[in-house]
């Protein structure tokens, strides 16, 4: 593969991980202007939703905490998203070695959260 | 209850911390820490919690320029990136079998001697800008890392070539090892093991930094965030912050002289160094 196509492949990742940080950082600001107008997050002091159930459901109430944590787990999704990106982008320039190479990276990083998900819940 | 004075204090803390990030390729998270914890008043676990946020926001805010500008080495990160994810998780495993005083203090020094080596390599004879006529490595071949990159500063396509590959993956499970034991160093191990290690010019290399950082402090990062850690109320305007920054500091990183990001990278290692061995001996700074 010569370097123009690992141009564009970079260039494919890099318009991909604009978007889902763009998504994020929008998330986030939403959540922050909501909590500035209604002048707390909408849980009781030093408490806040970090279970996939309490998040949803303070979502659907319009919560600003809610909102915010969204945003927090919208941005820890966005290196796994250049990972996927990066195995398809390696997969479609027929370099089968970074295409192995990729995944294995991402088997371990997902693997990783999930254990953290069952640590930390 | 977070006041608009904090909120502005963390966007601004978070906007220099990006930048710092972005341009030398390490997490933030030793300048965010302080802030928080000295003159926040935070405790040292929500901290953690929140300059985790910060690394990934660092590198999404900074990869994203630095995919476009053809700044980092895709393959480099990616075959890296096996040692630091596995380092990572043993470290996470291990957590508890060694005494946390004596990791402070033995990865201290190891950052302590690698400023050393910056030192030398900053007041010795060989350019970081000129292409080094260096013999091939035959591993760094096969897995095709070489690369070139163009610098903004000189104006030139810089061509590299890789050395040392296993002792840059050997340096690499370090550098996993020491953020999933210890949560510390996620950029700056990285920068040290491409740079001194294997010999790649200092832009790439905290570039490629950039993108390994957010992967490896991702498969730390749900423990933290469901066990209640990431506060959001500092970790969203430290992470909004952080992007902005992180997105203004990669291009300002392109139009500085390599030697110039490495005067700046010098006393942060020492700092993160001493910060670190201070911390084995029980003192916070």
Known sequence: ?121 | MITANNLLLMLITGLLAGILGAVLGIGGGMIVTPILTVAMGLDIKYAIGASIIVVIATSSGATISFLKDEMLNLRVAMFLEIATTIGAVSGAALNGVIPKAILYILFGLLVLNSSYTMIKKLLGKTKDATTQAVQGDTLAQKLRLDGSYYDKATKKEVNYQVQNVPGGFLMMLVAGLASGLLGIGSGAFKVIAMDNIMKMPLKPSSATSNLMMGVTAAASATVYFFNGTIVPHIAVPLSVGVVFGAMLGSRIMQHLRPKVIRIIFIPILLYLGLQMILKGFGVNI
């Open chain 1, 1 to 121: 593969m010569n370097k123009q196509e690992m141009n564009e492949i970079e260039l494919i990742i890099g318009k991909i991980l604009r978007i889902g940080v763009i998504i994020s950082v929008a998330v986030m600001i939403i959540g922050l202007l909501m909590l500035m107008i209604e002048g707390n997050g909408g849980y009781s002091a030093n408490q806040f939703p970090t279970s996939f159930k309490a998040i949803g459901q303070g979502l659907l109430a319009l919560k600003p905490d809610a909102v915010l944590m969204l945003g927090v787990f919208l941005l820890i999704l966005t290196p796994v998203l250049r990972v996927v990106v990066s195995i398809y982008a390696f997969f479609k320039e027929h370099d089968y070695l970074y295409t192995y190479i990729t995944t294995f990276v991402l088997i371990i990083l997902l693997g990783a959260m999930i254990a953290g998900y069952w640590i930390g819940r």
